[in-house]
C-alpha cells in the first residue's frame, strides 16, 4: 500500500487491468481523475458502459456497431461487389480512415493461430464462405444464426440490391497467422468464381530501405510491380 | 468519422480526454472493452466515480485520503518533527514506496509558477506556515478553515502528541518552477527556529555519466559528499 487512500488504490488497480497501462500511468491518470469534475468522471465511465450495453455484431460483417446491419452494411452507396476480410474491428477503423476503400467488410474476429488454440471454427470464416456463397443460412461460430435477409427482416432496414461478390481482399496482418489465415481462406475460396487479392506487404511509406527489416525488404523485392 | 458504432465513438472520445492516452491508445481502450465481461467495466466505471465520491483532502497535509486526517497523519508511529514538502499527491505515494521516509507530508498542490498564473497563494503555502508556527489557525487558499486540532475534533481520531517541526524537507522536483518554490518557501521559514533541507539532485542511479546532461552533471559536481 502506498496510497493514503483505499479509494485510490482500487482505482489504480482497476485501471492497471486496461492494456498499454502500467502501474504509473494508471496512478497519473487516477490523479488526473481527482482532479476532473465529477461531471466529465460520470460521463467517460457512461461511457464505457455504454459500449458493453449498446454495442451489437453487425450479422452481416461482425463488426462492431449499434445496430445491425451496420452504416456499412446498410448504406446503398458501398460498392458490394467487394469484400474485405479483417482480423478485428479496429482493422475496419483503420482502412475506413484512409477513405480509400469502398466496397463492405468481413471481421473474423481473430487470425488463425494454433499456439493460441485459434482454429478456423472460432472465426467467421463459414459466415464468409457464405456471403460468397451467396447461401449465407450458416449457424455462426457462437452457434447464432447469421442469415443475412434475417438480420434485414429484423432491423427494418431495407437492404441494398444483393450484387455477386466479385473480389475478397484479404487486409491481414503481415506476419505468421495473418499468412496461414490468407492461405487458408484463398483454399475455401478456390471453389468460388471470385478474386482473392492480398493488401500488399513491403517499405512502409517514409521507411528507409537501410533499416528495413531482411523480411519486409524481400517481400518488397518480390512484389516489385511496374511504374 | 471512423467508426460504425457511434457508442464506440463516444467511448474513444471520453478515453481521448485522459493524460497519456491519444487516440491511437483509446481505439485499442475501447476494442479490449468491447471484449470484457459487462461486470468488469462496471467495476472500473465505478472505481472512477468512486473516486471523485469517497476521496477527500486531509486537512493537516492537504493529500488525498478517504478520511481527513488521513493515515499517515493520524499514525503514531510516523516521526512528527520532520515534514516532507511536495508538489502533489503522487509524490507522497511515490517517496512512500521507498519506505524511507517515516516522518509526515505537506502537499502543497502546485509550485509557483507566473507562466500558468500559479502564485504563493494559489498553493498550501500558508498553511504549511501555520504547521511550522505551531498556529495553523489560517484559512487555506481554497477558504475553508483547516485547523490540524480542528480537523481532528470532527474525525473522532485521537491525535497524536503534538511535536515540534525541526525539520521541513523539500522534497520538489529539480526545475524552474521547483528551484522558485524552494527558495520562497526557504526564505519564509526564515522566520522560524527550522532545519530546511531540500533532496538532493545528481546523477540518477543507474543512470550514465557519459549520457548525463550538463545541468545535472554541474549539480552532482556542486553536490558532491565524502565517502
Redesign the interface.
Known sequence: M???????E??V???S?????GRK?A????????K?S?E????????????????VT?QVCF????YSP???CASHRRDRSVVCVVE???D??AL??TGDFRGLYHVLGGVISPLDGVGPNDLRVRELVGRISGKPDLTTASGEVAETAEAYDESGVQPPEAVPVEEVILALNPNVEGDTTAVYIGQLLDAFDVKVTRIARGLPIGGDLEFADEATLSRALEGRSGL
Open positions: 502506498t496510497h493514503t487512500s483505499e479509494t485510490v482500487a482505482l488497480e482497476q485501471l487491468k486496461l492494456p498499454t497501462i500511468t496512478n497519473r491518470l487516477a490523479a488526473y481523475i481527482l476532473m465529477r466529465e468522471v460520470v460521463e467517460i465511465a457512461k461511457a464505457m458502459v455504454a459500449a458493453k450495453d449498446r454495442v453487425c463488426n462492431v456497431a449499434d451496420c452504416p456499412i478485428d474491428p479496429s475496419v477503423f475506413e480512415r
